[in-house]
């Protein structure tokens, strides 16, 4: 089945790397994201890394994908109070009934000073 | 940055009536806007792809004939929920990238529109 896990909480102190795990299910996978939602400001992509890649860095985040393991992470370098936030991961797969994109449940980041 | 907007922001409509959400790119021009729905327990789905002047591109599950998305200029796209039952009350959000957004491999978010059918 189609399925994408995150675990649901992650507390960090100011400045220390986060790190926020994701696994998926399905290997058709095309594309894999992050997505943030911080309360009052909206929905915001993060990034994307091709199912081909094993790594993205893109300044302080850096997104390592494990297509054995189907496991995808995020980490977060000197992780600040303004990264407190719901982060998302989702999976885009084809099959033959078209495109879909799986979203994980989200993990809240809290980010203590 | 960019600016995307969602109009309206909040509507409660009755059971059967059809609901007009519009969603606009405010300083560029949008040659391709996407819709989520955000369920009351935080998950998120894509709904559907547009590129203007072309059919949506649904993604596996969405019914087109209920939700139907219309991408007709560069700024604007409207996402209608025909005849809206309460199960559709949800909160829509859309998205938006042009040509620049596409390279930098990033797309700018509307607010949302919360709708609750009653």
């Known amino acids: 089945g189609e399925d994408v896990e995150q675990s649901l909480f992650l507390s960090v102190r100011e400045g220390d790397s986060s790190v926020i795990n994701c696994t998926y299910t399905d290997s058709s996978s095309t594309y894999l994201y992050w997505y943030k939602q911080e309360p009052g400001a909206g929905l915001q992509l993060l990034t994307y890394i091709f199912s081909n890649m094993d790594m993205k860095q893109d300044q302080r985040l850096t997104v390592l994908l494990n297509k054995k393991d189907k496991h995808l992470s995020l980490r977060i370098a000197d992780t600040q109070t303004g990264d407190s936030a719901i982060y998302f991961c989702?999976?885009?797969?084809?099959?033959?009934?078209?495109?879909?994109?799986?979203f994980g449940a989200g993990t809240r980041l809290f980010v203590k000073a | 940055g960019a600016v995307v907007s969602q109009h309206p922001s909040r509507v409660i409509c009755k059971s059967g009536t059809s609901v007009k959400i519009e969603c606009r790119s405010l300083d560029f021009q949008a040659t391709t806007m996407f819709w989520y729905r955000q369920f009351p327990k935080k998950s998120l789905m894509l709904m559907a792809t547009s590129n203007e002047g072309s059919k949506a591109t649904y993604e596996q599950g969405v019914e087109k004939d209920k939700f139907l998305i219309n991408h007709a200029s560069l700024t604007l796209s409207t996402l209608t929920v025909t005849s809206a039952h309460p199960e559709d009350s949800s909160f829509y959000i859309c998205?938006?990238?042009?040509?620049?957004?596409?390279?930098?491999?990033?797309?700018?978010f509307g607010p949302g529109t919360r709708l609750l059918v009653l």
């Open positions: 989702a999976e885009r797969v084809i099959n033959t009934g078209g495109f879909k994109t799986i």
């Open positions: 998205s938006a990238r042009g040509e620049r957004e596409f390279a930098r491999e990033t797309q700018y």
